[in-house]
């Protein structure tokens, strides 16, 4: 190696390691990658945005920062801003109370033009039919793109949730939902889904500080690309580490856009500012 190729593989390596303070590895080849790109999950035939617009910062009990502070006009408003920037995919669940807020969103967008995932605590046939009922009425559409089972954490959750997982097997022959699948909040839950053939789409935690996920970034990591390898679609939440690492969205916006195992992933947005921001800090890093 000549001494000019040296220093410039050098000089690679120090902007590398300045970019990335939490000093992991980045997947060779990741390309440019944009939070509008259009990205296929697994062999579902969905297409969305790489980003979707979550509405579920600190959501629990039917309410989260968005329904509390920007209500059914507000909320709305902010994900009708969003399709026109290109995010077309709107993150939302049971137990954030977000579907009313959506409802009132598509009055205005197409709703073919448009990808919505909910999330259930449903276990049985009767409480899934039930909650997908209802879903749709508070939606207000006759069908929903993606439904999970919500915030599994035991390794037998196939086992506890099989009628519930029985029901959308069945609904999605009929088109009422396109495709299933979990998000997960402990190691063993997660390890179980990646071995599930029932599992289409994973929600997992990632980010490059291990905050707030399942257990340690290799071992995580390892688990989704197995998932990946498998043909199931991973997506990915608490790319912040669930507000622990806002002083580095830098680095946590490169690292998600680098696994090349992650389809897409969900940011809880709460205003056009913080919006436009993203975008900014993504457009500087490509």
């Known amino acids: 190696m000549d001494r000019r190729h040296f220093v410039k593989q ?3 390596a120090a902007g ?14 990741a390309g440019k990658k944009y939070l509008t790109d259009r990205v296929m999950l697994g062999k579902t035939g969905i ?7 979550g509405t579920g910062t600190n959501g629990f009990g039917k309410s989260s920062n968005q329904t509390r502070k920007l209500g059914i006009n507000g909320l709305s408003g902010l994900l009708r801003a969003g399709f026109d920037k290109g995010f077309f995919f709107w993150d939302s669940a049971d137990q954030y109370g977000t579907h009313p807020h959506l409802k009132e969103a598509l009055k205005h967008v197409p709703r073919e033009k448009v990808v919505i995932l909910s999330k259930t605590h449903a276990s049985t046939e009767k409480e899934m039919k039930a909650d997908l009922d209802r879903f749709r009425s508070e939606l207000g559409t006759d069908y929903i793109d993606i439904v999970l089972l919500h915030c599994m954490m035991d390794k037998d959750w196939p086992e506890k949730k099989q009628g519930a997982m029985n029901f959308l097997s069945q609904i999605r022959e009929e088109k009422i939902i396109r495709a299933h699948g979990v998000s997960c909040h402990t190691l063993d839950a997660l390890q179980s889904a990646a071995t599930s053939s029932w599992v289409q789409i994973d929600l997992a935690r990632i980010n490059p500080a291990g905050a707030d996920m399942d257990a340690d970034v290799t071992t995580v990591t390892t688990v989704l690309r197995k998932m990946k390898q498998s ?25 998600a856009l680098a696994q090349e195992y992650l389809d897409c992933f969900t940011i809880g947005i709460e205003s056009i500012d913080q919006l436009s921001d993203l975008e900014k800090r993504i457009s500087a890093l490509s």
């Open 16 to 29: 590398l390691a300045a970019l990335n303070p939490f000093g992991l590895r980045f997947e060779a080849n």
């Open 10 to 12: 050098a000089s690679a």
């Open 47 to 53: 297409e969305v945005s790489r980003m979707a617009m």
């Open 231 to 255: 043909g199931k679609s991973v997506m990915g939440m608490k790319i912040f580490g669930a507000g622990k690492l806002t002083d580095r969205k830098d680095e946590c916006l490169r690292f």
